[in-house]
């Protein structure tokens, strides 16, 4: 059985796209844009961006889940949802953000451990079925209970002001982006060890997983445990930007969008997440202001979907491993090309 594992370990280890890039400097980089983007862009882009880094946790966590480990989640704006009331309870009786955002992604993970051990009992459409209650069950709670969660208008969030030399859109896109950063950076350091390398070994083959010694249903619950805490703190960013928290910031199609985007990005790849937390924010702004300019609320709520659903089948059909595998399709061309003239020569 060692030998079995570590031929595994061996393969997934070697597979392509896997380029060992240092992460810290690439999260220095990127931090060094932001900054950089927060004092040249205009207040309502700067909140865009805060925006994608917000969606970005989520992105993240969930195509760790859905790619690396092949669990499927119809349920993830659930779990948005309850790290953004966990935070608002939070902060209108304590107002402390930073232990506030904790709690929200220690209550989120309970709740992710809790769907993620139903979860690992079940597969394809069942799991589907399952986090898609989930998605339409957790927002209904706040109707269920409107002496504390205030029904359909929601709770407001109790923030401190930032310094008077900061605009709000500045402090909300570090905010937002220094935890998109620190998850990206643990997710990466996570997914290249042992527990990435289970992950994509209980994907790709169960029975020898088994064989090699990996306990399959503990990296499947492991995985949705991680992903949820991602999701509670994108939840989280999203009631510190918006400043409020209703039902109707969390709809079922939330979590359609979030499946999507990371499938058009390309499942398994963080770079992926970045694209579909991209998409999240762009599509629907196109979808708004075609809506308004029509007159027409009505349109621009399916709009977004229409669009989603037309890049959707696009992205599959030109590129079935998502808009990342572009680029790891020409870098494997390349290859193949200098490797024949070198046996030419």
């Known amino acids: 059985m060692t030998i079995v594992r570590d031929r595994v370990a061996t393969t997934l280890h070697a597979l392509p796209g896997k380029r060992r890039i240092n992460p810290i400097l690439v999260v220095v980089v990127a931090g060094a844009i932001i900054v950089a983007l927060t004092y040249t862009l205009p207040a309502f882009r700067t909140y865009q961006l805060a925006t994608v880094g917000a969606y970005f946790c989520v992105t993240a966590g969930l195509?760790?889940?859905?790619g690396l480990n092949g669990q499927l989640s119809l349920g993830h704006g659930a779990l948005m949802a309850t790290g953004a009331y966990t935070l608002a309870l939070w902060q209108n009786k304590f107002n402390m953000l930073i232990p506030g955002v904790i709690v929200a992604i220690l209550v989120t993970t309970a709740v992710g451990a809790?769907?993620?051990?139903?979860?690992?009992r079940l597969r394809g459409p069942y799991l589907a079925g399952l986090t898609l209650a989930v998605a339409v069950v957790v927002p209904s709670i706040s109707s269920t209970f409107d002496g504390t969660f205030n029904s359909d208008q929601g709770l407001p969030v109790a923030l401190n002001p930032p310094p008077e030399s900061i605009l709000v859109e500045q402090w909300q896109a570090w905010v937002c982006w220094i935890a998109a950063l620190v998850t990206v950076l643990a997710l990466a350091y996570l997914t290249r060890g042992r527990f990435g390398r289970d992950m994509r070994a209980v994907r790709d083959d169960e029975?020898?997983?088994?064989?090699?010694?990996?306990?399959?249903a503990r990296t499947q619950v492991l995985a949705?445990?991680?992903?949820?805490?991602?999701?509670?703190?994108?939840?989280?960013?999203?009631?510190?930007?918006?400043?409020s928290v209703s039902p109707g910031a969390f709809p079922l199609t939330l979590s359609l969008f979030l499946l999507m985007a990371i499938v058009i990005g390309g499942l398994g790849r963080l770079v992926g997440a970045l694209i579909g937390a991209l998409l999240l924010v762009a599509l629907p702004a196109i979808a708004q202001e075609i809506g308004q300019s029509a007159g027409s609320q009505r349109l621009e709520g399916n709009l977004a979907l229409t669009f989603f659903g037309v890049v959707l089948v696009v992205v599959m059909i030109a590129a079935p491993g998502g808009l990342?595998?572009?680029?790891?399709?020409?870098?494997?061309?390349?290859?193949?090309?200098n490797e024949l003239k070198q046996k030419g020569r």
Request: hydrophobic share 55%; proline share 0%.
């Open 63 to 66: 195509t760790v889940l859905t």
């Open 114 to 120: 809790i769907i993620g051990l139903a979860a690992a």
């Open 207 to 216: 029975t020898a997983a088994k064989l090699a010694g990996i306990s399959v």
């Open 324 to 337: 990342t595998s572009i680029r790891l399709r020409r870098t494997k061309t390349t290859r193949t090309r």
């Open 224 to 243: 949705f445990v991680v992903s949820a805490a991602c999701a509670g703190l994108g939840g989280a960013l999203f009631a510190v930007l918006s400043q």
